[in-house]
């Protein structure tokens, strides 16, 4: 059983920084893409960031390319966010996946697990 725990939301000024961490159980984690998505209240879910397996590949939305950046370490089993110059607009709960597959995606269909989700919130 795969599980996907996020942390690192909270509230935060405009212009500040968050580091989002998903902690990945199982021994298969460095096998698969990871990603993460979020969802404000209101809205459809969308993509934010994606890596690959060997963490070679990257895909960011178009609107956290330049401030936000993914990462992930093996020997941890932890994919990670970090985000910079916060806007009110990134405010949603942010939810970690896992594909079933070696590359990056953003498409929400290609992953077959999810985290419950940690909000961010961004005041202006």
């Known amino acids: 059983q795969v599980q996907l725990v996020e942390s690192g939301g909270g509230l935060v000024q405009a212009g500040g920084s968050l580091r989002l961490s998903c902690a990945a159980s199982g021994r298969t984690f460095s096998s698969y893409g990871m990603g993460w998505f979020r969802q404000a209240p209101g809205k459809e879910r969308e993509f934010v960031a994606a890596i690959s397996a060997s963490g070679a590949s990257t895909y960011y939305a178009d609107s956290v390319k330049g401030r936000f950046t993914i990462s992930r370490d093996g020997a941890k089993n932890t994919v990670y966010l970090q985000m910079n110059s916060l806007k009110p607009e990134d405010t949603a709960a942010y939810y970690c996946?896992?594909?079933?597959?070696?590359?990056?995606?953003?498409?929400?269909?290609?992953?077959?697990?999810w985290g419950q989700g940690t909000q961010v919130t961004v005041s202006s």
């Open positions: 996946a896992k594909r079933t597959v070696r590359t990056a995606g953003w498409v929400a269909d290609d992953y077959r697990y």
